[in-house]
């Protein structure tokens, strides 16, 4: 086994995230990079790919973007799994690239910062729906108990439980859209990002070979 084998070896055993599909395809496309590229030593590999595990992180990166934008279709956010995926990955790959490290370690900051302010955002709409929710049942609750002591009492605040309710059951497809809009927002930054600092990164490399 050469090192172009190995190399291709060590990549696949990083990329169990992807599908075997997917990973096949990302394996032979780098097969061919290399192969191409004439990069005969482990060295001259890594040189200009990084390591295997340096380089799956990118990969991932790229297909949680790619799956991302698959899945925000017609303006609509994506699923809050898929946008947080694509946060993560690509949270990971500038930490553990080489290439883009140096100059997206601010960007790492800002996103960090960016998503804890959203995610901080998303937690305070679920309390104040679940707020809601537990004012309208203790709010019922105390209707029911008062219906034969004090009737008219009673319907007054069954009423006002029936009301919050019904508007808990407004808010909860409102709040689920809100989460996936902040989680959509956090994944559209981080792509955005990303892709700066990739051409930046390819930039400043390109000027130091040459």
């Known amino acids: 086994m050469n090192a172009r084998e190995r190399y291709i070896a060590d990549l696949a055993s990083h990329l169990s995230p992807l599908t075997d599909v997917e990973r096949q395809d990302a394996l032979e496309f780098y097969d061919e990079f290399i192969a191409d590229g004439d990069l005969t ?5 890594e040189g200009k790919l990084g390591t295997p595990r340096q380089l799956s992180r990118q990969i991932l990166a790229d297909y949680s ?15 809050t799994h898929s946008s947080w995926r694509v946060f993560w990955w690509v949270l990971i790959a500038i930490i553990t690239s080489p290439l883009t490290f140096g100059v997206g370690l601010a960007a790492v900051v800002i996103l960090i910062a960016m998503a804890a302010c ?14 809601l929710a537990v004012a309208a049942g203790a709010t019922l609750y105390v209707g029911i108990s008062m219906l034969f002591t004090a009737p008219m009492t009673g319907l007054y605040y069954g009423g006002i439980g029936l009301a919050a309710i019904g508007g808990f059951m407004v808010c909860l497809p409102l709040l689920y859209w809100l989460v996936r809009l902040l989680a959509q927002a956090v994944a559209n930054f981080a792509k955005f990002i990303y892709r700066k600092i990739q051409t930046r990164g390819k930039g400043t490399n390109h000027e130091t070979n040459v």
Request: glycine fraction near 12%; avoid cysteine; charged fraction near 15%.
């Open 41 to 45: 030593s482990r060295q001259a590999i």
């Open 65 to 79: 973007i790619r799956a991302n934008d698959q899945s925000a279709q017609d303006g609509r956010p994506a699923s």
């Open 118 to 131: 959203l995610f901080g955002l998303a937690v305070g709409a679920v309390a104040v729906v679940g707020s």
